[in-house]
C-alpha cells in the first residue's frame, strides 16, 4: 500500500528525492514519516509530516539538509536530501500512522512500505 522509489546511488554532496505513493488506501489523514535502517543498525527515525497542518519533524543529523513534503491529491509524499553525506547510507523506508501526537517512534506506525536503497559513496 506504501511504495517507495527514488534510491539509488550518489557521491556525497549529492541529492535525491524519495517518493513514496499509497494506494488502496486514502492516507490524506495519516501522519506519514520517513525512517531509514543501515545494516546492523535500528531502524531510526528522519523525518515526519503531519496529516492537518503539514507540521514537519526532522532528525537532528538531518536538519538543514532534507525536506518533507506531501501531496495529498497525488497520494505522495516527497523527501527531498540535500548535501548527501555517506553516513546517509541506508535503506528508506515510508510509513504511515493514524495521528497520535508522536512522530518518531517507529513502533507507532501502522503501515510500512518495503524500502528502496540510498547508497551515498565518499
Known amino acids: 500500500q506504501l511504495v517507495e522509489s527514488g534510491g539509488g546511488l550518489v557521491q556525497a554532496g549529492g541529492s535525491l528525492r524519495l517518493s513514496c505513493e499509497g494506494s488502496?488506501?486514502?492516507?490524506?489523514?495519516?501522519?506519514m514519516g520517513w525512517f531509514r535502517q543501515d545494516s546492523g543498525k535500528e531502524r531510526e527515525f528522519v523525518a515526519a509530516?503531519?496529516?492537518?497542518?503539514?507540521?514537519?519533524y526532522y532528525a537532528d543529523s538531518v536538519k538543514g539538509r532534507f525536506t518533507i513534503s506531501r501531496d495529498n491529491n497525488k497520494r505522495t509524499v516527497y523527501l527531498q536530501m540535500n548535501n548527501l553525506k555517506p553516513e546517509d547510507t541506508a535503506v528508506y523506508y515510508c510509513?504511515?500512522?493514524?495521528?497520535?501526537?508522536?512522530?518518531?517512534?517507529?513502533?507507532?506506525?501502522?503501515?510500512w512500505g518495503q524500502g528502496t536503497q540510498v547508497t551515498v559513496s565518499s
Open positions: 510509513a504511515a500512522q493514524w495521528p497520535t501526537g508522536e512522530f518518531t517512534r517507529a513502533a507507532g506506525y501502522t503501515f
Open positions: 488502496g488506501r486514502d492516507f490524506s489523514g495519516y501522519d
Open positions: 509530516i503531519s496529516w492537518k497542518w503539514t507540521n514537519t
